[in-house]
């Protein structure tokens, strides 16, 4: 059996019956409902928490909207057309057949429609080589060999590059 101490009554209880005097005012009923904070105690609290929630919302909304504001279409880099660079649509060779990818900002980034972020840890390893460059990259399944087939900077959609 279990010990409860019944601060009304000053005395421990066990179980459902009590040996204080103050039994049948209601003070040692066993209660289904755990004790909460009273209805004050909880609206103290909740609206400092609302307020600050809202408020960092609020700035990260106004840090995004200022990224945003800021970005500009930035032409593709001089130099050699088929050398992997940002903003490239690369097609490459693999085991399983031709893959395409086009190397993006990490925001863009969206890897079931072919777009991956220029950190990611395939378009480190494509960034920099030429058409036909072979690379090994290491993927979640084991060690790949890629092969460079096209690299394309033109404004189709993904659907480029060769």
């Known amino acids: 059996m279990r010990r409860r101490w019944c601060r009304r009554a000053r005395r421990f209880r066990t179980g459902s019956r009590t040996t204080s005097p103050l039994a049948g005012s209601g003070c040692c009923v066993r209660s289904s409902r755990r004790s909460r904070p009273s209805a004050g105690a909880r609206s103290a609290s909740w ?16 840090e995004l909207e200022a990224r945003i504001a800021s970005a500009e279409l930035v032409p593709p880099p001089p130099g050699a057309p088929d050398v992997v660079r940002f903003g490239a649509r690369v097609r490459l060779e693999s085991p399983d057949g ?44 084991g ?11 033109g404004a189709e959609p993904n659907g480029g590059c060769g």
């Open 47 to 62: 609206p400092a928490r609302s307020w600050r929630r809202r408020a960092a919302l609020a700035q990260r909304r106004g």
């Open 98 to 141: 031709v893959r395409r990818f086009q190397v993006v900002g990490v925001d863009e980034a969206d890897p079931a429609q072919g777009r991956i972020a220029f950190v990611a840890p395939l378009a480190r390893a494509l960034l920099g080589r030429a058409v036909g460059d072979t690379i090994r990259f290491r993927a979640p399944r």
């Open 143 to 153: 060690e790949e060999e890629l092969e460079i087939l096209a690299v394309d900077y």
